[in-house]
């Protein structure tokens, strides 16, 4: 048997694993109840049931359905996602093992993925490195204040993009910095620390 | 008249310097990211939500609300000078309105089209000043299993609504029941799902899931797209449409506020179904279908008109049944708890100047509208050659400032780009994201209501077929389905949403 449509087969997949993992854990770690008074498990060990079937007939579907428009088009496979959450978990357990914060253990590992896809699989690039971007936006704000957070996010963003000059983005962040900074901590107060906190 | 009364009492408040000011600058939003294609309206009120826990709960709704119907304004401007809806229930737009640009006739289509919108405005908010109230009354006396029958109504209305596969559809409303799941459990005080992270004790933020999935996972997506904007300005000279235009696009103006104020009531309907309604409708009425898509001035008018309407009569069901039509009316019922107000029927005798400044402020953001952006539209055009390479990197900075700021704590931001991430695979996979967002704002209600009901009737689940009510609504959702599943009407269903720019 052939796929037909890879996205409805694909798509399909991912219901019925979500569906079954919020079934299977609720089954097994919270209390089922009764119709009358019902236990946290109840209802989304409901949901988790209808939405695997619901998956089934997109996966049957996938299969069943003349082919549909263009193909399934990622720009990376299930193996790459599987292989980047790993990175992330194992960095993040040895910072804890090394008795420094998980949040720099988060920031190494997407500093490798980062490298990885640039150099690996430059069409998830977009991707790849607007997720990073945001992540490290949040994770070095607290250490190293405004200024730094802001400064990973576009240029790491901005590298992510089409086409990426030195000079334009350092100009982008500059005039993007100062905007923040008039409106968000003068304006608006908002307590964000401007500088790395060793510098105060 | 109470109606009058009411509506005294509203402009009143909709009014006052202060909200004259939200006003303003939510209907100068909208506009801007009407303008601006890749960014809508949700991704806008998501990043201004966090913001608004600083304003008064009436500048607040009073300045989202502006950003939505504005951008239905800036849309159009995008569609008619440079063929790229600036939003996508502009994207009819660009077929006529284009070709009347191309034709030098740019300034009274985009007379037309403002015109068509500030009409379709007026009765939109006369409207929804008529109806709330007795729906308002009449859902003050629903009970859990009322409540719980209508989400399941506005659910499956929703995804019926929705493009692309219904079976998806469906998935990804209990995809996001289930997401909206996660947390501690009301009734039990038990934690569900939150694999032993504290952050998640509270759930997964709405913000946060709204800006990935609409935010971060568009902006990929657009990225993957080569930038091939090529602004073509023709010179909007003459703004004023002539007589025959106007004789011509009356009626169109008519019946696109009439099909675009239904379509916006019903639950998943808005501005976007609005606008492909109504331009299939003129191209059925026409006397000349054939001018279609080369310049017929009645199909700017008609989908125009419809998104504004449709953009406006959708905050009936959210400011009377506390029930989102859509993702936009979602983070609206976000703004309102942000506030500390429990969305519902009993907001408008509780909190009358909320209500009433809210609708009345619409007529008022409608008419600033008219008279602002006319004039401006030059510089709106301008703002399209900003290249993409900047816009981008901007947008990002402020989603993520906006999320920070939620709570201090980069684990939102981190939920965000997974959720980015997530909505950028849907999303490829052609599993609509609006769908899933109305799911995870009622999962938790939708529980609530199911429980309470099942506790009433000691588990009897006849129960939500025995109460008329409630009844109703278990009948309208199958007949619905039933509907949808019929081969004629399907294949009909997914004509109306290709109908895309040539």
């Given at each position: ?200 | ?26 209907v ?41 119907y504005g951008?239905q304004y800036?849309g159009s ?12 229930s502009s994207?009819?737009t660009?077929?006529?309105g ?10 009274p289509a985009l007379a037309i089209a403002a015109i068509g919108s500030f009409f379709a405005g007026c009765v939109a908010t006369l409207l929804i000043a008529v ?108 703004l004023y449409p002539?007589k025959?235009d106007l004789k011509r696009s009356w009626a169109s103006i008519l019946r696109g506020t009439a099909l675009g104020s239904c379509l916006g ?6 501005a976007?179904?609005a606008s492909?309604?109504a331009y299939?409708l003129e ?14 001035i009645e199909g700017v008018a008609g989908p125009e008109s419809a998104n504004n309407a449709g953009a406006q009569t ?45 609708i009345a402020?619409m007529w008022v953001g409608n008419l600033m509208l008219v008279v602002l952006n006319l ?128």
């Amino acid at each position: 048997m052939r796929i037909k449509s890879p996205k409805d087969f694909w798509a399909g997949l991912m219901f019925i694993g979500t569906g079954l993992f919020f079934l299977i854990w609720a089954y097994a770690y919270y209390q089922m109840g009764t119709a009358v008074r019902m236990g946290p498990a109840y209802f989304p060990f409901v949901l988790g049931g209808l939405l695997a079937f619901l998956g089934l007939l997109v996966f049957i579907e996938g299969f069943a359905l003349e082919s549909t428009g263009e193909p399934l088009q990622l720009p990376f496979s299930f193996l790459d996602l599987v292989i980047a959450v790993a990175i992330f978990a194992v960095l993040i357990y040895l910072s804890t093992k090394a008795g420094i914060s998980s949040d720099y253990g988060m920031l190494a590992a997407s500093l490798v993925v980062s490298v990885l896809t640039v150099l690996y699989r430059p069409n998830a690039k977009a991707l790849v490195l607007i997720s990073v971007g945001c992540i490290a936006y949040g994770y070095v704000m607290k250490p190293l204040g405004l200024v730094a957070a802001t400064a990973a996010l576009v240029f790491i963003s901005a590298f992510g993009g089409h086409e990426f000059k030195w000079k334009e983005v350092s100009i982008l962040f500059v005039v993007l910095m100062v905007f923040s900074y008039l409106v968000f901590v003068k304006g608006l107060t908002l307590p964000f620390p401007m500088w790395p906190a060793a510098w105060s | 008249m109470e109606l009058f009364h009411n509506l005294i009492l509203g402009f009143g408040v909709a009014i006052s310097p202060i909200n004259l000011l939200y006003c303003l600058i939510g209907v100068l939003l909208g506009t801007l990211i009407g303008v601006l294609p890749g960014v809508g309206p949700v991704a806008t009120i998501a990043m201004l939500l966090p913001i608004t826990f600083n304003l008064n709960p009436v500048s607040a709704l009073i300045m989202l609300a502006g950003i939505y119907y504005g951008a239905q304004y800036g849309g159009s401007t995008t569609a008619i000078l440079v063929n790229i809806p600036g939003e996508s229930s502009s994207v009819v737009t660009c077929l006529d309105g284009y070709q009347m640009a191309r034709q030098g006739r740019a300034g009274p289509a985009l007379a037309i089209a403002a015109i068509g919108s500030f009409f379709a405005g007026c009765v939109a908010t006369l409207l929804i000043a008529v109806a709330a109230p007795p729906l308002a009354e009449l859902a003050l006396k629903f009970g859990p299993s009322e409540y719980f029958s209508l989400m399941v109504f506005g659910l499956i209305a929703a995804t019926v609504l929705a493009r692309g596969s219904l079976i998806k559809a469906i998935a990804m409303v209990v995809f996001g029941l289930l997401l909206g799941l996660v947390g501690t459990d009301v009734n039990s005080g038990v934690l569900r799902f939150t694999f032993g992270i504290p952050e998640l004790s509270d759930g997964i933020g709405f913000v946060v899931v709204a800006m990935g999935m609409f935010g971060t996972a568009e902006i990929i997506s657009n990225l993957d797209l080569k930038d091939k904007r090529e602004v073509f300005l023709s010179k909007v000279t003459h703004l004023y449409p002539t007589k025959d235009d106007l004789k011509r696009s009356w009626a169109s103006i008519l019946r696109g506020t009439a099909l675009g104020s239904c379509l916006g009531i019903l639950p998943g309907g808005g501005a976007l179904l609005a606008s492909f309604g109504a331009y299939t409708l003129e191209k059925k009425v026409s006397s000349h279908p054939e001018q279609f898509g080369k310049g017929a001035i009645e199909g700017v008018a008609g989908p125009e008109s419809a998104n504004n309407a449709g953009a406006q009569t959708s905050f009936i069901p959210m400011l009377t049944l506390g029930i989102p039509g859509n993702a936009v009316m979602a983070l609206m019922i976000g703004a309102l708890m942000i506030q500390g107000i429990a969305p519902g029927p009993q907001v408008m005798n509780e909190k009358p100047e909320l209500f009433w400044g809210l609708i009345a402020s619409m007529w008022v953001g409608n008419l600033m509208l008219v008279v602002l952006n006319l004039p401006m539209i030059g510089m709106w055009v301008k703002l399209l050659t900003v290249p993409y390479r900047y816009l981008f990197p901007s947008i990002l900075v402020f989603m993520a400032i906006g999320v920070f700021s939620l709570s201090n704590n980069p684990f939102d931001v981190l939920i965000m780009a997974v959720f980015g991430v997530l909505g950028y695979i849907c999303v490829k996979l052609e599993c609509e994201p609006a769908p899933m967002i109305l799911g995870f704002i009622l999962g938790p209600l939708m529980e609530e209501n199911l429980r309470r009901a099942m506790l009433l009737s000691r588990g009897d689940p006849f129960v939500f077929f025995q109460k008329p009510i409630s009844l109703g609504f278990m009948v309208a959702s199958a007949v619905l389905l039933v509907i949808v599943a019929l081969p004629a009407i399907r294949a009909k269903r997914e004509e109306a949403f290709v109908e895309e720019p040539k």
